[in-house]
């Protein structure tokens, strides 16, 4: 584990790697996540143990279905998914 400072220092040299490497590149963006997105089960002890949570691609898709029945609702610009502490907040663009 690093702190958040190293591991910005290492997004940085991976965007200028990248665009000191591909000439045809001119915009890199490296996301930096504070908090694990993985998490070990419940009462387990073994790392290797990950709790995995619904694709987003299940999710957009069950978004879009419960929505597409609300006539008022004429289009989806974005969905967002953010998985946090083994929970789901679901971000809808209307």
């Given at each position: 584990?690093?702190?958040?400072?190293?591991?910005?220092?290492?997004?940085?040299?991976?965007?200028?790697?990248?665009?000191?490497?591909?000439?045809?590149?001119?915009?890199?963006?490296?996301?930096?996540?504070?908090?694990?997105?993985?998490?070990?089960?419940?009462?387990?002890?073994?790392?290797?143990?990950i709790v995995l949570m619904r694709p987003q691609s299940e999710i957009e898709n069950d978004v879009k279905k419960a929505l597409s029945v609300i006539p008022e609702i004429e289009g989806i610009t974005h969905i967002y998914c953010h998985y946090l502490n083994q929970e789901l907040t679901v971000q809808v663009n209307i």
């Open positions: 584990m690093m702190s958040i400072s190293a591991a910005h220092q290492v997004a940085e040299r991976v965007r200028l790697g990248i665009l000191e490497k591909l000439p045809a590149v001119n915009e890199v963006l490296v996301h930096v996540d504070a908090e694990d997105d993985f998490f070990e089960a419940e009462g387990t002890e073994d790392p290797q143990k």
